[in-house]
């Protein structure tokens, strides 16, 4: 299959597992905010995000770098998976050993249990997901999105609805899902007789460790970026207003599920493209469709952020529809970064990941405390909005030297200002406010709908010529 074929191959199988699965949460958001009061929804919040912490310091990164090396074809498999697997143990074991020290954290006070057995459970199954992976079992990949998924939803409804258990039952839900699936998929992809501990060499796991190591902190500067804003609201402005807050990110969630979608599929066809001039039009090809599709998405999700707000949180949740609006600027251009970071991927420049990762979280946590005490959540999602475009101005400079593609930036001015001229209508006191800002949004169909289709027509184009030489 050509590079076109393969990589709407598997971002369609990808699309089914992954945004699937994550589209039937999605609309999880009414149970939980019914079930959940703020504060409630905050504390759950603070220990998934607080999990989400530890988890690539209690695993080294394994989980990119079984799946960069595993892709290579000159590796041996079966010692890039066991070799992963030996680091995920030791790691594991010092996680553990030291997890006494959460305690100091006075809110997880009575639920450090859980943050502990959520890292552990989520490190095994992306290692062996991604493991499954990169061996090019896209569609076991993905049906293993669609049974975690579900799995989580019985146990929500079971612990929610059945037991009431509160915070507990939703995180268990998760960590009850994340253990199951990776039996389910160590049992069906067969990937368990890869394990075989004669073939680990020091030398190998050393090479995995200098590339994956290097993307613990570029991880964690993410994490500052994208979820540090919500411990400073707890601390300055309280925990009902960070529930809120948290609540308002996950319909802009949309956006970052298919970006991680789309960008899982792109990798993979990404590292296997090795012709430079064809890499280089590849990328700016598929860059131009990626950004119209997400500009196109953001902006109808900012003009029907109020309906969005009540068909999907609980009553008490409504004042939290308006901060939807720099939040999904802000996911827009955390798409746009993630895509470039594909580049350094190709070019295992992890290096460059982290220093702009860095810059990120240094521009966030400035702007948090200089906004979040005077603006309380607003202040928040522009300081998100702030680091994410600052970031991506650092890679769109940068990531063009490495791999010769064009961003398209007359276009990406104009979707820019597009999407802020939205979110200032929809905010605003204007009579005719919301008509406004739904021509900005047929400007901005006008805009990207050629380019989407001629991007769409092309890669059917070569489907067929594929098929007819058959």
């Known amino acids: 299959m050509d590079r076109n074929g393969r990589l709407l191959s598997n971002t369609l ?119 499954i992976r990169a061996r090019g079992r896209m569609s076991l990949f993905s049906l293993g999105g669609i049974i975690g998924t579900a799995l989580t939803i019985v146990f929500n409804l079971l612990f929610l609805l059945g037991f009431r258990m509160g915070v507990t039952g939703y995180v268990l839900s998760v960590v009850l899902g994340d253990i199951l699936v990776t039996v389910f998929l160590l049992l069906v992809s067969g990937v368990w007789r890869d394990v075989d501990f004669r073939t680990v060499k020091k030398e190998k796991i050393v090479e995995m460790l200098k590339y994956s190591v290097p993307m613990i902190p570029t991880t964690i500067f993410w994490w500052v970026t994208s979820v540090s804003d919500r411990f400073l609201l707890i601390e300055i402005q309280g925990s009902e207003i960070n529930g809120l807050y948290a609540a308002a990110n996950k319909a802009p969630t949309l956006l970052t599920l298919f970006c991680a979608v789309f960008v899982e599929a792109w990798q993979f066809s990404a590292v296997l493209e090795k012709d430079e001039e064809e890499r280089s039009a590849f990328f700016t090809r598929v860059f131009a469709g990626f950004q119209g599709i997400l500009f196109m998405a953001a902006s109808a999700l900012i003009l029907f952020s109020i309906p969005v707000t009540k068909i999907l949180l609980a009553d008490g949740y409504f004042d939290s529809w308006r901060f939807l609006s720099p939040l999904t600027l802000a996911m827009t251009y955390s798409a746009l970064v993630t895509f470039l970071g594909s580049v350094y991927m190709v070019r295992k420049k992890s290096v460059y990941s982290f220093l702009t990762a860095a810059l990120g979280a240094v521009i966030n946590i400035v702007l948090n405390l200089l906004l979040i005490p005077k603006y309380s959540a607003m202040g928040a999602a522009v300081a998100t909005f702030a680091s994410y475009f600052a970031v991506f101005l650092v890679r769109g400079s940068h990531t063009v030297r490495l791999v010769k593609f064009r961003l398209g930036v007359p276009r990406l001015i104009f979707n820019t200002a597009a999407l802020v001229g939205q979110s200032f209508l929809v905010l605003s006191s204007l009579r005719f406010r919301f008509l406004y800002a739904a021509l900005l949004f047929g400007s901005i169909l006008l805009v990207n709908g050629p380019i989407i289709l001629r991007t769409v027509l092309e890669i059917l184009r070569n489907l067929r010529k594929k098929v007819q030489k058959k």
């Not at 607080?50 to 990164?61: D, E, K, R, S, W």
């Not at 498999?77 to 070799?83: E, L, T």
Request: charge should be negative; include cysteine.
């Open 13 to 131: 199988i990808l699309a089914i597992g992954t945004f699937g699965s994550k589209f039937l949460v999605f609309f999880m958001m009414p149970l939980y905010t019914a079930c959940l009061m703020p504060e409630e929804y905050s504390l759950a919040d603070l220990i998934s995000q607080t999990a989400n912490l530890l988890i690539p310091f209690a695993c080294a990164g394994m989980a990119e770098g079984v799946f960069r090396f595993a892709m290579e074809a000159d590796e041996d498999k079966r010692s890039v998976f066991s070799s992963a697997l030996v680091v995920l143990l030791v790691t594991s074991g010092v996680f553990l050993a030291l997890s006494p020290v959460l305690r100091f954290y006075k809110l997880l006070d009575g639920y450090i249990w859980l943050v502990v057995i959520y890292v552990l459970a989520a490190n095994f199954h992306s290692v062996v997901a991604q493991y």
